[in-house]
């Protein structure tokens, strides 16, 4: 599911549904988790990884929609502006002569 402007893209392999009937009140929805599916999802987007502090992430948003049902997209946001920020830096590292990065700041080492 290809995500335009205003399009959500939906993480495959996730499934996320209203409360049943008489659930407790502490109970936000229930879910299903398809291994494979994510899995082959995760392998197919590797553009929708971010780092974070120590391992890699999808970052994600649940939605509750009009009608009441809930999703989970990605959120699309978080992965533009990572993929922007080191892009951006990427771009500004200065380089030397020899096609190493300069070091921009006074320090000797």
């Given at each position: 599911?290809?995500?335009?402007?205003n399009q959500?893209?939906?993480?495959?392999?996730?499934?996320?549904?209203?409360?049943?009937?008489?659930a407790p009140?502490?109970?936000?929805?229930?879910?299903?988790?398809?291994?494979?599916?994510?899995?082959?999802?995760?392998?197919?987007?590797?553009?929708?990884?971010?780092?974070?502090?120590?391992?890699?992430?999808?970052?994600?948003?649940?939605i509750r929609?009009?009608?009441?049902?809930?999703?989970?997209?990605?959120?699309?946001?978080?992965?533009?502006?990572?993929?922007?920020?080191?892009?951006?830096?990427?771009?500004?590292?200065?380089?030397?002569?020899?096609?190493?990065?300069?070091?921009?700041?006074?320090?000797?080492?």
């Amino acid at each position: 599911m290809t995500n335009e402007k205003n399009q959500k893209t939906y993480i495959q392999g996730i499934r996320i549904f209203k409360p049943f009937d008489g659930a407790p009140d502490f109970v936000i929805g229930n879910m299903a988790i398809n291994p494979e599916e994510l899995a082959a999802w995760i392998l197919a987007n590797p553009s929708y990884t971010i780092e974070g502090k120590d391992r890699k992430t999808i970052p994600a948003q649940v939605i509750r929609q009009r009608d009441g049902n809930i999703t989970i997209t990605l959120d699309q946001w978080k992965v533009d502006n990572y993929h922007k920020t080191k892009k951006e830096a990427a771009n500004s590292q200065e380089v030397a002569i020899d096609g190493t990065p300069e070091k921009t700041d006074d320090l000797p080492f």
